[in-house]
Nanobody, 124 residues
Framework: QVQLVESGGGLVQPGGSLRLSCAASGRTFGDYAMGWFRQVPGKEREFVAGVTRTGGRTSYADSVKGRFTISRDNAKNTVYLQMNSLKPEDTAVYYC?????????????????WGQGTHVTVSS
């Protein structure tokens, strides 16, 4: 079992930045690839970014590439999502997820554990 708790969401103006954190507890954090997803009411949850077990490789959705950065600190059992140049269309609930896999998946059903989500609102 892995428990995931996101934090760092909030209200930010367009062009601003936020850093989301996801703290993991339970099973060895380094056993999991990690992903960030987001969801807007009425729409499907979508992949945002992913990172492999060691942090050696990352992957991003085209909509956030160049603006968002995913990273992890296995000593702190935490994965981060640094979000820069935020746009109103980035407004969503952001979820972190853990996948007992060596690869990064963009498929929701391949993730084993999910956090409760943190709200991000980009508005002036």
């Amino acid at each position: 079992q892995v428990q995931l708790v996101e934090s760092g969401g909030g209200l930010v103006q367009p062009g601003g930045s936020l850093r989301l954190s996801c703290a993991a507890s339970g099973r060895t954090f380094g056993d999991y690839a990690m992903g960030w997803f987001r969801q807007v009411p009425g729409k499907e949850r979508e992949f945002v970014a992913g990172v492999t077990r060691t942090g050696g490789r990352t992957s991003y959705a085209d909509s956030v590439k160049g603006r968002f950065t995913i990273s992890r600190d296995n000593a702190k059992n935490t994965v981060y999502l640094q979000m820069n140049s935020l746009k109103p269309e980035d407004t969503a609930v952001y979820y972190c997820a853990a996948d007992l896999s060596s690869a990064i998946s963009r498929r929701i059903y391949e993730y084993d554990y999910w956090g409760q989500g943190t709200h991000v609102t980009v508005s002036s």
